[in-house]
Structure formats: structure tokens, C-alpha cells
């Protein structure tokens, strides 16, 4: 690959985040997994094939899609235990909705070594491209990351969207646009009608979408854009508004360990 010597990865699963679509996004570390993997085993549903440009010529690259982790696992374990590295490419952060603990428990009880890099979150491309602080202030402080109960995974009890909600954080919903009627009359019971929106669908990828709306029209343009998967909602006291408060960490008047009254010409 003009004319270099890729170094060579030690035979174990890496567990790698894509980060939310743009290859750019990648960390500088998981873009050295994926130039170096002999195996790469992508969630090609959720991960646009630009993601692979680079990876070497001679990698055997296997979609998952519509594959089970039965399917899966078995392939991971026997190309390790036959000397390659494998990368397990997954969407956005793995330690988020990645479904990865059931393949960490069942690695580790086959004795296959393996590792997880992080990944960049949508969550934190949106606030990126909105040019959004989530944590303003006297306004809002916590950041919340959930989801709907879905079929397919629960939510606890505890962790309902309408309790979660009446802490009026800046709230990002993942996974939630195939209920979404359900997720704003939960939510509109506790954040004011108003409230700004931001709907983010496929963010990195080549037909992002990004609308921001009020709270109540937050269903109603999800279903007129025909978004059903693939969609993040940020619900956040910090969309729109004008705060005068600021933080203290580089106010003039705050001292701390590192800046103890400096004064600069």
C-alpha cells in the first residue's frame, strides 16, 4: 500500500467505535485498528461504507446486518484463534445501545482477548453542529441519555422518559422515532410546549438531517420527514436561548489552582 509496511495487530477482537457517520469523526486510534485489521465485521446498516476507505485490500470484510450474534461470534472467534485481528465495527460510541456485553461475557469465556475503543456519540455531533454548550450555567446542568421502551428492549421502571423528563435537563433521545407521539406527550407534561427540539437523523452521513422545532411539533415533523430510524432528538432547556450567566472557570475574578490571580498586558 504505496510502497509502506502496515505494522501488524496482535490477533484479538477490537470492539471499535465509528463514531455517527462521518469518517472524519473516527478517533485517531480506531482509524489505525481499521487500516490494520485483517478482519472487519461492520454493522453496514448503521455504518455508511465510507467509513472503510482505506482499510487494506487484502482485509475480508463481513456485514452483519443481517447476521445474530450467533452468527456473529462464531466468525470473531475462529478468525482470532487462526491468528487475525479482528475489528468489530460499531455505530457511534460502543458503551451506548451497542449491545456489546453479551459479546464482551461470551469472548471472555472462550479466552479470545479483546479491547473497546471509544467512539464520538450523535449526541455530541449534534450539539457540535447546532453549536450547542448542554450545560449552560444556571440553566441547565445535567445531561440526560435515554430511550423509549421499545419491542425489543425495556426500559426499567425507574428510568421512564416521563420521570426522567421532570428534570427538564438537556435530555437526548435515542431510539424513540418509531414512538414518537408517545415520548412527546411524555415529555410536554413537563417541559413547556415551546421548548426547542432538535431532530437529528443519519448525522454524518450524506442525507443528514437536522430540524429544530418546538416541543409540540416534534412528532408531527418526524412522521411529514418520514424519519423511523437512525433519528436522535436533543430536548434542551439550551436550544435558543440567550443565557447571561457564565461560567466561572475563566472568569476574571475566579481563582484556582493553575490561575491564581494572573494578570496579563
Known sequence: ???????????????????????????????????????ILFAD???????????????EIIPTANLTLEDILPVMIDRVQKGRSVVRLHSGDPSLYGAIYEQIRQLLEMGIDLEIVPGISAFQDAAAKLKLELTIPELVQTIILTRVSGRATGVPPSEELASLAAHQASL?????????????????????????????????????????VPLHQM????QQENLTRTTLYLITPALGANPTARSSLYHPQHSHLFRQNVKFC
Open 1 to 39: 500500500m504505496n510502497g509502506t509496511t502496515r505494522e501488524s495487530l496482535p490477533p484479538m477482537v477490537y470492539i471499535v467505535g465509528a463514531g455517527p457517520g462521518d469518517p472524519e469523526l473516527l478517533t485517531v486510534k480506531a482509524q489505525k485498528l481499521l487500516t490494520q485489521a485483517d478482519v
Open 45 to 59: 446498516s448503521l455504518i455508511p461504507p465510507q467509513m472503510l476507505v482505506g482499510v487494506r485490500q487484502d482485509a
Open 219 to 222: 412528532a408531527e415533523v418526524t
Open 172 to 212: 437526548c433521545l435515542y431510539l424513540s422515532a418509531r414512538h414518537v407521539a408517545t415520548a412527546q406527550d411524555k415529555l410536554i407534561a413537563h417541559y413547556p410546549p415551546q421548548t426547542q427540539v432538535a431532530i437529528c437523523y443519519r448525522l454524518g452521513w450524506l442525507d443528514e438531517k437536522i430540524r429544530v
